[in-house]
Every structure is written in structure tokens, then in C-alpha cells.
């Protein structure tokens, strides 16, 4: 079993900056691939970054040059994953949850809500 507990949102207004957190713990391999996915109210749930166990990265085209994200490969067990958001817009109003990735195969977390508004 694999545990994600993400952290970090909040409300920002319009160009502001958030750092999100997913702890994952459990049976979780450091050679995984692992992504941020937002859903917004009345869309589906979109991967917008992932990283690999080696560092490479990818971004949706949405979020190319905002978000940054990062890991620290699993230490007892925890895995980190970091999301770096800066100029934030209204329409990156979502929840954000991580994930293995593309795919979320581990069972869900609760995800943290982002609230970009002024």
C-alpha cells in the first residue's frame, strides 16, 4: 500500500506563488515516476508535471515556465515530491494531487486545494 498526503495550498491572488508537498510513503519504489494532477471543478483531473526517478522533467504547455517540479528520492520509505507554482492565474484554481505517473496508479490522496483569486 502507498500512502500520498499533499500539503501546501491555500489562497493566492493573481501572480503569487505556492510550494505544494506530497508525501508518499508505503510501498513505494524511489524508481518511480511521479507527477502533479489537478482537477478543477467540472473538468477531469489533467497531469500538469512529472519527474522521473533520474530527474527528467515535463510540464504541460499550461504550466511550461511557471512550475517547477522536484523530488528527494525515498529515504525510510518517504518519497517527497515538490511543486513549485509561480505567476499563478485564476484558471490554475484547482485541487492538486500527486501520483505515479502518467497514470496515478497508486490510490488517491485527499489532494490540496489552490485558490488563485484576488
Known amino acids: 500500500q502507498v500512502q500520498l498526503v499533499e500539503s501546501g495550498g491555500g489562497l493566492v491572488q493573481p501572480g503569487g506563488s505556492l510550494r505544494l508537498s506530497c508525501a508518499a510513503s508505503?510501498?513505494?519504489?524511489?524508481?518511480?515516476?511521479m507527477g502533479w494532477y489537478r482537477q478543477a471543478p467540472g473538468k477531469q483531473r489533467e497531469l500538469v508535471a512529472f519527474?522521473?526517478?533520474?530527474?527528467?522533467?515535463?510540464?504541460?504547455d499550461s504550466v511550461k515556465g511557471r512550475y517547477t517540479i522536484s523530488r528527494d528520492n525515498a529515504k525510510n520509505t518517504v518519497l517527497t515530491v515538490y511543486l513549485q507554482m509561480n505567476s499563478l492565474k485564476p484558471e490554475d484554481t484547482a485541487v492538486y494531487y500527486c501520483?505515479?505517473?502518467?497514470?496515478?496508479?497508486?490510490?488517491w490522496g485527499q489532494g490540496t486545494q489552490v485558490t488563485v483569486s484576488s
Open positions: 501520483n505515479s505517473a502518467p497514470g496515478g496508479h497508486y490510490s
Open positions: 519527474i522521473t526517478s533520474g530527474g527528467r522533467t515535463t510540464y504541460a
Open positions: 508505503g510501498s513505494i519504489s524511489s524508481s518511480n515516476a
